[in-house]
């Protein structure tokens, strides 16, 4: 036995329903939902922003450093 609701008229307009039904899903529910913390998460993931382009720049530096070292010590 299910219990289905009655349709919303208002959800079958909101941006999650027409977007599962241009993906071509069959109803108009996508798993997920808004965050409730949105600011913090900006914040949490600013900082990794930074992060990844630190570990970016220190793998290229870090390239350019071993290869005057091989060139110094190959000479």
């Not at 609701?5 to 939902?33: C, F, M, N």
């Amino acid at each position: 036995m299910t219990d289905e609701l009655p349709p919303d008229p208002e959800a079958y307009d909101s941006p999650r329903a027409v977007q599962a039904r241009r993906k071509g899903l069959p109803g108009g529910y996508i798993p997920g939902g808004d965050d409730p913390e949105l600011e913090a998460t900006r914040r949490r993931e600013r900082r990794y922003l930074w992060l990844l382009i630190a570990m970016i720049v220190g793998i290229i530096v870090a390239g350019y450093v071993l290869g005057f070292l091989t060139y110094l010590i190959g000479g």
